[in-house]
């Protein structure tokens, strides 16, 4: 991963899912909502493993 994101993540996908108009994705205890073009693009399944770059001024805290 490249960039100005200091924390990454190099975890195992969880599930897949449909929310709303983004898609869930679950990975390493952790949630990211990404858009169905992304989701397309990456095609990811649970099992393949993601690098999740996570910056503190994007991250919002949700009830479990």
Not at 23 to 51: F, K, M
């Amino acid at each position: 991963p490249e960039g100005s994101v200091r924390n990454v993540l190099t975890v195992p996908v969880d599930s897949v899912e449909p929310h709303g108009d983004r898609v869930r994705l679950r990975a390493g205890g952790l949630s990211a909502e990404i858009t169905p073009a992304a989701a397309a693009e990456l095609a990811l399944v649970p099992g393949d493993t993601v690098h999740l770059g996570i910056k503190a001024t994007e991250v919002t805290a949700l009830p479990a």
